[in-house]
Structures are given as structure tokens and as C-alpha cells.
């Protein structure tokens, strides 16, 4: 839990709430490597809490291509809204677990920073652009690794035979 008190916010004691801190671990499928550095502001728009993040760091990640682990800067900037808890809509409120502000004036940060980073790793994800992946035949990493399987001229390749007929 990454916790910024907002009640001064909400009282108009302050026009904006500033945070800054950072996390070590976050979620089990999120592997940071090294500290994220979390900082941002929260400002109230009407009857919620915006709040605008920064996050820094960096975590280790699959390649889609050659399933391979590799580093991955995170620099991104987002936006989240949290809801007062004070409403007397309890349908309403159960899609917004996460995102809302509590009775005493407390949000918490995690999860839109959990959402925030996971949906980016749903995109495809490559070690480099020049990644040759895995060979679809043997399964070796061919960033790594040379293979005979499409090099051999006598193996699958049907046309290799006939040019070897054509030879003699
Ligand atoms: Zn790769
Ligand atoms: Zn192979």
C-alpha cells in the first residue's frame, strides 16, 4: 500500500497535494529491477480526486520472441481518478476498488501504478528489433545459437534434392 493522505485537498487547506517516494517491490509479475521512483500531484475536480503520476525505473522482462529476459526502462506519465467513498451506491463503488478515497482521506497509489505498468507489458515486447527468436523447429534461441535445421541443404527444404540432381 502507497498511501497519500488528500484531506487537505479536500478541505481547500491546499490547492494540490505533491508525493514522492519510492517502491521496491510492487506485484509478483512485475519485476523491478531496482527502486520506482513514484512522484506526482493530486488535485480535486469536483467531487474527485485526480491524481497525476510519474513513474521511474526499471523492470526485467520476456521477450515474446526468443522468451528471453531482458531490461526495460519504465518512464511514463498517467492520470487516475479516485472517487469520494461517500457515496450510497454500492454498485457503483465495487468497480471502483482501487480507486477510491477512503473515510479518512487516504488513497491509495498501487494499483493504478500495477494497471499502469501491466498493461504496457501486454504489449508486444522485444529484446531488440533485430531479435531472431526461437527457431520454430527445434526451439533454440537463434540469437544465441546457429541451428542446421534451415541451413542444411538436405534436410527439409524438398528443393535442395533436386538442385543436387541438376548438379550431377
Ligand atoms: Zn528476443
Ligand atoms: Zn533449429
Do not use: H
Not at 34 to 39: M, R
Amino acid at each position: 500500500m502507497f498511501k497519500v493522505n488528500v484531506s487537505n485537498i479536500l478541505d481547500n487547506n491546499k490547492s494540490q497535494e505533491n508525493f514522492s517516494f519510492s517502491i521496491l517491490n510492487l506485484s509478483r509479475n512485475i519485476d523491478l529491477l531496482g527502486p520506482l521512483s513514484v512522484s506526482g500531484k493530486a488535485i480535486v475536480r469536483g467531487s474527485s480526486v485526480i491524481v497525476y503520476f510519474r513513474i521511474k525505473g526499471n523492470e526485467r522482462v520476456t521477450c515474446d520472441k526468443c522468451l528471453d529476459f531482458f531490461e526495460c526502462d519504465i518512464d511514463r506519465e498517467f492520470s487516475q481518478e479516485y472517487v469520494q467513498n461517500d457515496l450510497d451506491d454500492s454498485d457503483n463503488l465495487e468497480g471502483l476498488a482501487g480507486f477510491l478515497v477512503d473515510d479518512k482521506g487516504n488513497i491509495d497509489l498501487e494499483k493504478a501504478i500495477i494497471e499502469e505498468i501491466s498493461i504496457n507489458d501486454l504489449n508486444l515486447n522485444l529484446c531488440s528489433d533485430s531479435c531472431k527468436g526461437l527457431c520454430p523447429k527445434c526451439g533454440l534461441n537463434l540469437n544465441k545459437n546457429k541451428c542446421s535445421c534451415y541451413n542444411n541443404k538436405e534436410g527439409d527444404n524438398p528443393f535442395a534434392k533436386l538442385s543436387k540432381l541438376k548438379e550431377k
